[in-house]
Each structure stands twice: as structure tokens, then as C-alpha cells.
């Protein structure tokens, strides 16, 4: 199963997949332009077993525009997705609206979850339930959570969650 992980540059998308990802994740990380932090130019690659069964297959788009030819070559055959947003963002729902533009179409097929990320340096007055209202004025009801994602046990969390939605969609399409 494929999960993919969507979102601007320097939000996390990285990070959460090598806090998940059973071995050290393929990444295609080079310093950005501005030689602060790192940018993914490719993709990034992991894999995680949480049931013995069949492994979780973890993949991280470039969240530059000028890669956006690379979305949906890494998207395909995605079975669930992660919105991260950066909470610090000066217009984080714009940001979040953009996204959820570019990856329309994947999200009306699959289940997805908003993660805001950077949450302990966000501004009070940003908070979950600022997004729930957004995405449902929008069309796009979707659960929202704030995760460090540094934490395997947050992101285990987020992932579990994200496993019941899918399967609560299987269900809902069999029955």
C-alpha cells in the first residue's frame, strides 16, 4: 500500500518518513537555495511493517512548484495521503488550499489527513479547528491533527489513523 506524504518545502515530509520508515529512507534531499535546510528535488522513499502483512510503502513529494512535473508520477496508485502544513506559515490556509488544488484529484479517491506541523511555534489563534471549519466551508471535510512528527509515537498515531480511514472506505465500497 501506498501512502503519500504532500506539502510545501521544509514542512516535514522528510522527517516523517525517516521517523517511520523501518530502514533508512531513500531521499533525495540537496541543500536549498537559500543553504538553511534541505529540499527534496525527487522524491523520498520508506517502507514500514505494522502488521506483518503487507508493508506501507512511504513517499514524500518535492514541495517546490517547479518539481510539481514529478507529483503525479510519485501519487499514483496512493491508497491515503497527508497534508502537512506549516503552522508558522504567515498564510498557512492558502498554503493548504494550494495544495489541496494541485492534489484534487487524488484526494477525492483516497482518505487524507491534514498534520499541522510546527505547532509549538504557531501563533494561539491558529489552531485545529481554524482548519476543520476551512475545509469544510471548502468541500473537503478531511480529520486535522497537530503531530511532531520527530516522534515516532505521534506519527505511529497518525498512521494508524490514517489505516482506519482506508479501511472504513474499503468497507463502505464493499458493502
Known amino acids: 500500500m501506498k501512502i503519500v506524504f ?5 514542512v516535514g515530509k522528510s522527517t516523517a518518513i525517516r521517523t517511520l520508515s523501518d530502514f533508512p529512507p531513500v531521499t533525495t534531499e540537496v ?22 502483512d503487507e508493508p506501507l510503502r512511504l ?19 496512493a491508497v491515503g495521503m497527508f497534508f502537512l502544513v506549516n503552522c508558522t506559515d504567515p498564510e498557512p490556509l492558502k498554503v493548504l488550499d494550494e495544495y489541496l488544488t494541485n492534489f484534487a484529484e487524488l484526494a477525492d479517491k483516497v482518505p487524507a489527513i491534514v ?28 480529520p486535522v491533527v ?12 497518525l498512521m494508524h489513523m490514517l489505516l482506519a480511514l482506508i479501511e472504513r472506505r474499503r468497507s463502505s465500497e464493499a458493502g
Open 59 to 77: 513517499y514524500g513529494v518535492p514541495g517546490q512548484e517547479r518539481f510539481e512535473f514529478i507529483w503525479p508520477l510519485v501519487s499514483d496508485g
Open 115 to 142: 498534520v499541522l506541523c510546527h505547532g509549538d511555534a504557531a501563533p494561539d489563534s491558529l489552531r485545529e479547528q481554524q482548519f476543520v471549519r476551512h475545509l469544510e466551508q471548502r468541500g473537503r471535510p478531511m
Open 6 to 10: 504532500v506539502g510545501p518545502p521544509g
Open 31 to 52: 541543500p536549498s537555495s537559500d543553504e538553511e535546510r534541505m529540499t527534496t528535488v525527487a522524491l523520498d522513499f520508506g517502507e514500514i511493517d505494522l502488521d506483518g
Open 146 to 157: 497537530e503531530l511532531d512528527l520527530r516522534k515516532k509515537r505521534e506519527a505511529l498515531y
